[in-house]
C-alpha cells in the first residue's frame, strides 16, 4: 500500500492507501467509530465500520486512547457533507503505540498548564496551525530575498558588543573575556553589502529587559537585511513588497491553518493589493493629538497609539521619520523646518492590534558623523573601529530594516500572546521546557 500524507489525499480519491499518525480524537456511535486522525500535515476522519472490518479491526479500534500511534488503511472518499474535504473508509488498523492517560485532555486548560506541557501541547490544532504559518513565512522571507539578488549572510551570535543598548545584553564569559548573546545582526551585515551588495541574516536573537507582557520574548527570530545604494524610500518600497509576499503566500497556502484559528482574513486580503500608509511622525503625532491623545511630540510612539492608528487605517502604516534622539546612533539624520533633528526612518505598525513589525533606515554613511555620534554617546570608540571601517574604506548610502518573525506571527495569527508564536519560549518569568 502507498503510504500518503493527510494534505497529499485530495490526489489518491478512490485509491486505498495508508496513513501512518496519532489518534487525535476518537467519537462511536454504536456500530460506527469516527476516528479524528493527524500526521503533522494534517486532520482527517477516519470511518471505521463495524459490519465492514474484520473483528481483530473493530476491537484494535475499541483499544485505541488519545495520542495513540498508528497505521490506517483505507479507501479515500469525499466527505459526505463538507465540499472538498476527505475521509478515510478504514479497511485495516495497525496499533504501533497505545499512549497512557493523556495529560492534555481535549478540553480548557490553563495558559501556564498548556505551556508547562508545551512538548505535548505542540500537538493540538491551535499551536499546529500557528507554527505552520511561521514556517510558511519564513519560507516567504527566504524566497523573497533569493529572488531579489539578496544572499544570506549569517552573523555572529557571540557579539563583543551592542547594537544599540548595552543594558539589555546577556553577558556571558568567553575564555575569560565578556561577550554578548547578539541583539541584532545588522553592524555585520553592513559589513557585508560592501562585498555582497544585498544581504540578509535569518537568527535568533535576545533581550535582557525584565517584561513580563504579552508582546515580549528573550530569545526571538530576527530578519535583518541590508542593501548598498539603496536610500530610505527604497528600503520601504522592500519591506512593503516583502508584507505583501508574506502575507500572500499565507492566504494561498495555510488555508486550513487559517480556519482553524478562525482568523478574519479581510484586512489581509486588502493589504495584499492596497498601498500601505505613510505619515511622518510629526503627522502621526498631530492626528493622536486631534483624536484625543495627550501626546509628546518628540517622544517615541506608545503602544496605544500604535494599535489605534492601526484600527484608524486598517493598513500598515510607515511611520516616518522620528526625532533622532530616541533613535539608534547609526541612522542617518536631517534638520527639519522647525529645527527639530529627525532620523531618515520608519518604523511599519501593523493593523489590528499588531504593532510595529519592522524598524528600518537609511544609515548614517559619513565616517566623521558616524564617530561623532559614538562618542557623544559615550559608547567604546575601540569596539566600533571595525564598524567605523565600513565608511572609511568606499562608504556609500546604503540601507536596512529588521523584522521580528514571532510579532509578525502574532499579528498574522491573531495570537493573544508571543509566546504561542515560537515552539519553545524564553521568557523572563519561563525558561522550561
Known amino acids: 500500500m502507498v503510504i500518503v500524507k493527510i494534505d497529499r489525499m485530495a490526489g489518491t480519491l478512490g485509491q486505498t492507501i495508508v496513513i501512518e499518525g496519532w489518534l487525535y480524537n476518537v467519537r462511536s456511535s454504536g456500530s460506527i467509530t469516527f476516528l479524528e486522525l493527524r500526521d503533522g500535515s494534517g486532520f482527517v476522519q477516519a470511518v471505521v465500520v463495524k459490519d465492514s472490518v474484520s473483528n481483530e479491526v473493530w476491537e484494535a479500534t475499541q483499544k485505541l486512547t488519545q495520542e495513540s500511534s498508528l497505521r490506517v488503511t483505507g ?14 473508509q478504514v479497511t485495516a488498523i495497525e496499533i504501533i503505540a497505545i499512549a497512557p492517560e493523556y495529560p492534555i485532555a481535549l478540553k480548557d486548560h490553563g495558559p501556564e498548564f498548556l505551556f ?10 491551535t499551536p499546529w496551525a500557528v507554527l505552520r504559518i511561521r514556517n510558511q513565512m519564513f519560507l516567504s522571507i527566504t524566497n523573497f530575498f533569493h529572488e531579489q539578488g539578496f544572499i544570506r549572510f ?21 575564555y575569560g573575556e565578556p561577550m554578548y548573546l547578539t541583539q541584532s545582526g545588522q553592524l555585520y551585515s553592513e559589513a557585508g553589502i560592501m562585498a555582497f551588495g544585498k544581504v540578509y ?5 535576545f ?5 513580563k507582557t504579552r508582546h515580549h520574548l528573550s530569545e526571538l527570530w530576527m530578519m535583518d537585511a541590508e542593501m548598498a545604494f539603496f536610500d530610505q524610500a527604497m528600503n520601504m518600497d522592500t519591506q512593503e513588497k516583502m508584507i505583501k509576499r508574506m502575507v500572500g503566500d499565507v492566504l494561498k497556502n495555510c488555508v486550513e491553518e487559517l480556519v482553524i484559528l478562525e482568523r478574519d482574513t479581510t484586512i489581509l486580503q486588502k493589504l495584499v493589493n492596497e498601498p500601505f500608509v505613510h505619515l511622518k511622525h510629526s503627522e502621526a503625532k498631530e492626528i493622536l493629538a486631534a483624536d484625543g491623545f495627550t501626546i509628546d511630540k518628540l517622544d517615541d510612539m506608545g503602544t496605544e497609539e500604535e494599535i489605534y492608528l492601526g484600527n484608524k487605517y486598517k493598513l500598515p502604516i510607515f511611520i516616518e521619520d522620528y526625532p533622532f534622539a530616541v533613535k539608534a546612533f547609526y541612522m542617518k539624520s536631517y534638520v527639519d523646518e522647525a529645527g527639530v533633528k529627525r532620523a531618515h526612518n520608519a518604523d511599519l505598525i501593523a493593523p489590528e492590534e499588531g504593532r510595529e513589525i519592522i524598524g528600518g533606515s537609511q544609515r548614517e554613511d559619513n565616517y566623521d558623523t558616524l564617530l561623532n555620534e559614538i562618542l557623544t554617546r559615550n559608547y567604546p570608540r575601540a569596539e566600533y573601529e571595525w564598524y567605523l571601517n565600513t565608511r572609511k574604506f568606499g562608504s556609500v548610502p546604503h540601507s536596512g530594516f529588521g523584522i521580528g518573525l514571532e510579532r509578525t506571527v502574532r499579528w498574522i495569527t491573531r495570537a493573544h500572546h508571543i509566546r504561542e ?3 519553545f519560549a524564553r521568557m523572563v518569568n519561563r525558561n522550561r521546557p
Open 116 to 125: 508547562d506541557n508545551r512538548d505535548l501541547y505542540l500537538r493540538a490544532k
Open 201 to 205: 541574516d535569518f537568527g535568533p536573537v
Open 207 to 211: 533581550r535582557a529587559e525584565k517584561s
Open 421 to 423: 508564536c515560537i515552539p
Open 75 to 88: 479507501l479515500v472518499a469525499s466527505h459526505p457533507k463538507k465540499e472538498n474535504v476527505f475521509e478515510l
Open 154 to 174: 549569517d552573523t555572529p551570535i557571540l557579539q563583543p558588543t551592542s547594537c544599540e543598548d548595552t543594558t539589555q545584553l546577556f553577558q556571558l564569559d568567553y
